[in-house]
């Protein structure tokens, strides 16, 4: 009798190993969407804090869309950390499309700012963002990314 129920359970334990390696099969294969800086608009600053409105653009390399509802993140700016929060913008990202959205950043930074005015107005300026976008639903609910560019101040 227990030969007969310690078999069940082997064969229990196999029935669902086998299921959630079938399930990873049809998992989707979401690749990472990439995330660029279009604008920074200085708000208010001081030498304490600056309120910032940071427009990004989100392209989405996939081809289904990906339900946006936030994202969290770091930017660094010439290497040094400028600005790090949360948006909660909700938007969708169509399939092999892209999308534009505002976020309100506080940064305390003096550094990353000094950075950002010795630089004349239209020149480049590098920066690196690493975070993660969180999705509405789905099977996969984050994605990680790291992104650098360049951008000009207005």
């Not at 930074?109 to 509405?136: C, H, N, W």
Request: glycine content about 8%.
């Amino acid at each position: 009798m227990f030969a007969n129920i310690r078999a069940m359970r082997s064969v229990a334990v196999l029935f669902i190993v086998v299921a959630l390696a079938g399930c990873a099969l049809f998992l989707p294969k979401l690749q990472t969407p990439r995330l660029s800086i279009v604008d920074i608009e200085v708000l208010r600053a001081n030498l304490l804090q600056q309120q910032l409105r940071v427009r990004m653009r989100v392209e989405n390399p996939n081809n289904r869309s990906l339900p946006v509802k936030g994202l969290s993140y770091t930017v660094y700016l010439g290497g040094e950390a400028f600005a790090t929060g949360a948006s909660d913008a909700s938007f969708v990202v169509p399939a092999l499309g892209t999308a534009e959205f505002n976020m309100d950043v506080n940064a305390n930074a003096a550094g990353a700012l000094f950075t950002l005015f010795s630089k004349p107005r239209g020149q480049g300026i590098d920066y690196r963002m690493k975070g993660t976008v969180e999705l509405a639903h789905g099977w996969l609910l984050s994605i990680p990314f790291e992104q650098s560019g360049t951008f000009a101040l207005r």
